[in-house]
């Protein structure tokens, strides 16, 4: 059994920023990559910021310049701060991640986290 859990979101007023924090817990043997989606009302879940395990990192453009995309897969902690926030950037943020459990013959399973709000208001 593994979980992601996801904190950080809120209300924001346009140009602001918010910091958002995902933690990766339970039967863990290795993580191979972890990121950030999001879903605004009516749209399909999209990439926001992946960072792999070799630390290579991708964004999607829209958010290219404005947030950036940290943590530690070995430490299963991922981390997105949103700076110059826009009222497109309205949406539940989920956190994601490729688990590979103890015991295991699947590979890595993708996991999701329950999502987080962020509101930002123009």
């Known amino acids: 059994q593994v979980q992601l859990v996801g904190s950080g979101g809120g209300l924001v007023q346009a140009g602001g920023s918010l910091r958002l924090s995902c933690a990766a817990s339970g039967n863990i043997f290795s993580i191979n990559v972890m990121g950030w989606y999001r879903q605004a009302p009516g749209e399909q879940r999209e990439l926001v910021a992946t960072i792999t395990a070799s630390g290579g990192i991708n964004y999607a453009d829209s958010v290219k310049g404005r947030f950036t995309i940290s943590g530690d897969t070995a430490k299963h902690m991922v981390y997105l701060q949103m700076n110059n926030l826009k009222p497109e950037d309205t949406a539940v943020y989920y956190c994601?991640?490729?688990?590979?459990?103890?015991?295991?013959?699947?590979?890595?399973?993708?996991?999701w986290g329950q999502g987080t709000q962020v509101t930002v208001s123009s």
């Open positions: 994601n991640a490729g688990i590979q459990q103890y015991g295991s013959n699947w590979g890595f399973l993708d996991i």
